[in-house]
């Protein structure tokens, strides 16, 4: 029976048509510059040659899309994501929604990401491994959504930024379900979360701004606590996000040997100076700010999280600034739906105002963004041996960067999404 069953896999695998996407142009992100005219051949879900069209030989078994008008590009990922959930709840919401209701809720903004071109996401937190449960069923193919990594529950310190229990009453003696204080317990968290399905492992390093009775200015995390995540999580193949506005919190953040800092707003000189040395990316989430500040009067937020995001944005986009002039590796990530799923491109626009050149903006989503979530040897590029991941825009990228907020065209491992 298994040799059947086999048997039935293997010629329904042979019995799947290649896939050639003809791209009128096609964005080389290593060269950094279109190519004319090009025959992008997918089987089994990747890339097995990238030649000039009328080298192309066309076969019988073949399924052409024609893309002659559009301009083709590896498939985006976003570094920082939360799927689960809707956003613009107030703190303790979280306590009023059933998990199984924020997993189908997850499955929608799924769908929403994948339809704006990010064939890949790091999810960044989510309540009851709700994050875990949707990328089985995406990668099952039960519901359609994007590749995935995700970390579970965000661990921070007892009253922390994902302590989702702080705006509750003392009588109701509720904590954060991972929430840890000294080394041994940030250990303790870390196992936890790989347990139950983590790819990746997220810590609150210093206040946030949509937490309650947290500050963004003032660190949480010892050092030795984070060394303590950081060394369990690396000596278990997990990479680190670490959640840091405050400038200690971002330096210690690095020094502990994170892989990944997000937002950095509040950054100062000596924490750039860090990232040069040590490599750490930056995930800027800046194109919220933009979002906020101008829906801040209307935003159902309550009041102390408003002032809390005006604080950070007030001097956040220049800190992003000056750490792209610097040279800080910068990977792609939003940070939705603090502002909407499906607007996350609008992150390259942000970018680019900031003083990278298209480009540089694009690579941030690609090669960038594949190095720092490790998947590079399958994600980044239109090359042999990743995956049939693709997006087509109208129009040229390296000339107005705004056209990614608007793709016509999504693939995803050689099955088309959208056209």
């Given at each position: 029976?298994?040799?059947?069953?086999?048997?039935?896999?293997?010629?329904?695998?042979?019995?799947?048509?290649?896939?050639?996407?003809?791209?009128?142009?096609?964005?080389?992100?290593?060269?950094?510059?279109?190519?004319?005219?090009?025959?992008?051949?997918?089987?089994?879900?990747?890339?097995?040659?990238?030649?000039?069209?009328?080298?192309?030989?066309?076969?019988?078994?073949?399924?052409?899309?024609?893309?002659?008008?559009?301009?083709?590009?590896?498939?985006?990922?976003?570094?920082?994501?939360?799927?689960?959930?809707?956003?613009?709840?107030?703190?303790?919401?979280?306590?009023?929604?059933?998990?199984?209701?924020?997993?189908?809720?997850?499955?929608?903004?799924?769908?929403?990401?994948?339809?704006?071109?990010?064939?890949?996401?790091?999810?960044?937190?989510?309540?009851?491994?709700?994050?875990?449960?949707?990328?089985?069923?995406?990668?099952?193919?039960?519901?359609?959504?994007?590749?995935?990594?995700?970390?579970?529950?965000?661990?921070?310190?007892?009253?922390?930024?994902?302590?989702?229990?702080?705006?509750?009453?003392?009588?109701?003696?509720?904590?954060?379900?991972?929430?840890?204080?000294?080394?041994?317990?940030?250990?303790?968290?870390?196992?936890?979360?790989?347990?139950?399905?983590?790819?990746?492992?997220?810590?609150?390093?210093?206040?946030?701004?949509?937490?309650?009775?947290?500050?963004?200015?003032?660190?949480?995390?010892?050092?030795?606590?984070?060394?303590?995540?950081?060394?369990?999580?690396?000596?278990?193949?997990?990479?680190?996000?670490s959640h840091a506005h405050a400038a200690e919190g971002v330096r210690r953040s690095i020094e502990a040997g994170v892989d990944s800092i997000e937002h950095g707003h509040m950054m100062d000189d000596a924490a750039i100076a860090l990232f040069l040395q040590k490599g750490t990316y930056l995930v800027p989430t800046v194109a919220l700010c933009a979002y906020n500040m101008e829906n801040l009067a209307k935003s159902p937020m309550p009041e102390f999280n408003k002032r809390k995001m005006k604080m950070v944005c007030d001097v956040g986009v220049e800190n992003i600034r000056k750490a792209i002039k610097a040279g800080v590796k910068i990977a792609f990530g939003t940070d939705t739906p603090v502002f909407p799923h499906g607007l996350n491109a609008r992150e390259f626009g942000s970018y680019v105002t900031l003083g990278m050149s298209p480009i540089q903006a694009i690579r941030t989503?690609?090669?960038?963004?594949?190095?720092?979530?490790?998947?590079?040897?399958?994600?980044?590029?239109?090359?042999?041996?990743?995956?049939?991941?693709?997006?087509?825009?109208?129009?040229?990228?390296?000339?107005?960067?705004?056209?990614?907020?608007?793709?016509?065209?999504?693939?995803?491992?050689?099955?088309?999404?959208?056209?």
């Amino acid at each position: 029976m298994r040799f059947l069953l086999v048997l039935v896999f293997v010629l329904a695998a042979e019995a799947q048509p290649r896939v050639v996407v003809r791209a009128g142009k096609m964005l080389d992100v290593r060269a950094g510059r279109l190519l004319d005219d090009r025959a992008i051949v997918i089987e089994n879900g990747e890339v097995s040659a990238v030649m000039p069209f009328a080298e192309w030989k066309p076969e019988s078994s073949t399924k052409l899309i024609d893309l002659r008008s559009k301009t083709v590009l590896p498939g985006l990922i976003d570094s920082h994501v939360h799927i689960i959930g809707s956003g613009g709840g107030t703190p303790g919401s979280q306590l009023l929604t059933s998990t199984a209701r924020n997993a189908l809720g997850g499955a929608r903004n799924a769908r929403i990401l994948l339809e704006s071109g990010f064939t890949m996401v790091r999810v960044l937190g989510s309540s009851g491994y709700a994050d875990v449960a949707l990328r089985d069923a995406i990668e099952a193919g039960d519901v359609p959504g994007p590749r995935m990594l995700v970390a579970g529950y965000a661990i921070c310190i007892t009253g922390g930024h994902c302590d989702g229990t702080n705006a509750l009453p003392s009588e109701m003696h509720m904590e954060g379900p991972a929430t840890a204080d000294g080394p041994v317990g940030m250990e303790r968290r870390v196992r936890e979360q790989i347990k139950f399905g983590a790819d990746v492992i997220k810590i609150t390093a210093t206040g946030g701004v949509m937490s309650a009775r947290t500050d963004p200015r003032f660190p949480h995390m010892t050092i030795e606590e984070i060394q303590a995540v950081v060394k369990t999580a690396h000596g278990m193949g997990k990479k680190v996000a670490s959640h840091a506005h405050a400038a200690e919190g971002v330096r210690r953040s690095i020094e502990a040997g994170v892989d990944s800092i997000e937002h950095g707003h509040m950054m100062d000189d000596a924490a750039i100076a860090l990232f040069l040395q040590k490599g750490t990316y930056l995930v800027p989430t800046v194109a919220l700010c933009a979002y906020n500040m101008e829906n801040l009067a209307k935003s159902p937020m309550p009041e102390f999280n408003k002032r809390k995001m005006k604080m950070v944005c007030d001097v956040g986009v220049e800190n992003i600034r000056k750490a792209i002039k610097a040279g800080v590796k910068i990977a792609f990530g939003t940070d939705t739906p603090v502002f909407p799923h499906g607007l996350n491109a609008r992150e390259f626009g942000s970018y680019v105002t900031l003083g990278m050149s298209p480009i540089q903006a694009i690579r941030t989503a690609t090669l960038n963004a594949s190095d720092l979530l490790g998947v590079s040897d399958k994600m980044g590029a239109i090359e042999v041996g990743k995956y049939g991941d693709l997006i087509a825009v109208d129009g040229n990228p390296l000339e107005n960067i705004r056209l990614l907020e608007d793709v016509k065209f999504v693939m995803k491992g050689g099955q088309v999404i959208k056209q």
